[in-house]
């Protein structure tokens, strides 16, 4: 069964909405780690849209759960994150016009240059994931880097219409999850996951982490961080198979 990973960025969104001081990313973390998460998950981006330096730092001084760092594959971020030292990062694509990020690492053609970044963190006691789509092709490529874990992208999945077109994406997932197990992969997943499309993503056998951020937060709001974890924690317990 997948265990729960809280993206609090969006909450760092809302703080600098005004650069104040509220609502705080670290005790959003505090809030989902008493609801059950078992990961907290932040991205640092080079432009420092939402996530601040100051946030990482702290964040690693005060989370009990895994820290999970989404990073683009830079100098700076490879030094940031080999000076803070998270739990595990999380190599992304980052675009800087982009709302969120938008797709899968780009990896193949690439595994060298990856394989010396992953090479890097890891000297630093850094577990490292790629957040990749989904393509049972590129799976060799992806082992070819060194990295213990994938995180598959499901936007694809849950921007699919219910039907055909949601059952093909979903089958995409369950195929790549095979084969990056067999590869010695580590299985991951996020991005557009909520308390509806959740459930199918939370059953494909081997999927061990599940990234959720926008909908817990806008859960939230309404609700209560604290609550909103809890629910999603529940739903996961009792979809996965």
Same mark, same amino acid.
């Given at each position: 069964?997948?265990?729960?990973?809280?993206?609090? #960025?969006?909450?760092?969104?809302?703080?600098?909405?005004?650069? $104040?001081?509220?609502? #705080?990313?670290?005790?959003?973390?505090?809030?989902?780690?008493?609801?059950?998460?078992?990961?907290?998950?932040?991205?640092?981006?080079?432009?420092?849209?939402?996530?601040?330096?100051?946030?990482?730092?702290?964040?690693?001084?005060?989370? %009990?759960?895994?820290?999970?760092?989404?990073?683009?594959?830079? #100098?700076?971020?490879?030094?940031?994150?080999?000076?803070?030292?998270?739990? %595990?990062?999380?190599?992304?694509?980052?675009?800087?016009?982009?709302?969120?990020?938008?797709?899968?690492? =780009? &990896? &193949?053609?690439?595994?060298? !240059?990856?394989?010396?970044? &992953? !090479? !890097?963190? %890891?000297?630093?006691?850094?577990?490292?994931?790629?957040?990749?789509?989904?393509?049972?092709?590129?799976?060799?490529?992806?082992?070819? @880097?060194? =990295?213990? /874990?994938? *995180?598959?992208?499901? $936007?694809?999945?849950?921007? /699919?219409?219910?039907? =055909?077109?949601?059952?093909? *994406?979903?089958?995409?997932?369950? *195929?790549?999850?095979?084969?990056?197990?067999?590869?010695?992969?580590?299985?991951?997943?996020?991005? $557009?996951?909520?308390?509806?499309?959740?459930?199918?993503?939370?059953?494909?056998?081997?999927? @061990?982490?599940?990234?959720?951020?926008?909908?817990?937060?806008?859960?939230?709001?309404? &609700?209560?961080?604290?609550?909103?974890?809890?629910?999603?924690?529940?739903?996961?317990?009792?979809?996965? $198979?």
């Amino acid at each position: 069964m997948p265990h729960l990973g809280v993206n609090i #960025d969006h909450v760092a969104t809302l703080r600098q909405a005004r650069r $104040g001081v509220e609502p #705080d990313p670290v005790w959003a973390a505090v809030e989902a780690e008493l609801a059950g998460a078992r990961c907290i998950t932040l991205h640092l981006r080079e432009d420092r849209r939402h996530i601040q330096d100051r946030d990482l730092r702290l964040l690693r001084q005060t989370v %009990q759960v895994k820290l999970n760092l989404e990073m683009a594959v830079t #100098d700076e971020m490879v030094a940031v994150a080999c000076d803070v030292r998270p739990d %595990q990062a999380t190599l992304v694509p980052e675009g800087r016009e982009e709302i969120t990020t938008e797709g899968g690492l =780009a &990896v &193949v053609g690439r595994e060298k !240059r990856l394989a010396d970044a &992953v !090479r !890097r963190l %890891q000297e630093a006691g850094i577990v490292v994931s790629l957040f990749v789509a989904p393509e049972a092709d590129a799976v060799e490529a992806y082992a070819a @880097t060194g =990295a213990e /874990a994938v *995180e598959f992208h499901t $936007g694809d999945y849950a921007n /699919a219409a219910a039907g =055909a077109e949601r059952d093909r *994406e979903l089958a995409r997932l369950g *195929e790549s999850a095979r084969l990056a197990q067999e590869a010695g992969l580590v299985v991951h997943a996020g991005h $557009g996951l909520n308390y509806v499309n959740v459930g199918p993503v939370a059953d494909i056998p081997g999927m @061990t982490e599940l990234n959720i951020g926008h909908s817990i937060v806008s859960r939230a709001v309404f &609700v209560g961080l604290r609550r909103a974890v809890r629910e999603m924690v529940r739903l996961i317990e009792r979809l996965a $198979g």
